[in-house]
Nanobody, 120 residues
């Protein structure tokens, strides 16, 4: 069974940066695509970023493009989300997810989430 544990959330001022990490266990991490999602209060969960199994292809929501960077270290079974130029509207619980494929489709495992709060 896949286990995903996020860390790195916190409180930051607008314009600041945070780096989220997601440590995976339970299956061969390097075989599967990974993604980051977020859910703000009163809103539905939304896609943020994704990365293929080798890290060769990444994709981003328009709202974070140019500010956030997703990456992975297959030797450490960890996926990262570097968040720069943070805005108050980035405030949300951030979740990492594991796909059951090498491309970011069919996510079948989710972490517990980490809170990111951006103050104005």
């Amino acid at each position: 069974q896949v286990q995903l544990v996020e860390s790195g959330g916190g409180l930051v001022q607008a314009g600041g940066s945070l780096r989220l990490s997601c440590a995976a266990s339970g299956r061969t991490f390097s075989n599967y695509a990974m993604g980051w999602f977020r859910q703000a209060p009163g809103k539905e969960r939304e896609f943020v970023a994704a990365i293929t199994w080798t890290g060769g292809v990444t994709s981003y929501a328009d709202s974070v493009k140019g500010r956030f960077t997703i990456s992975r270290d297959n030797a450490k079974n960890t996926v990262y989300l570097q968040m720069n130029s943070l805005k108050p509207e980035d405030t949300a619980v951030y979740y990492c997810a594991s796909s059951r494929r090498r491309v970011p489709l069919d996510y079948d495992a989710w972490g517990q989430g980490t809170q990111v709060t951006v103050s104005s």
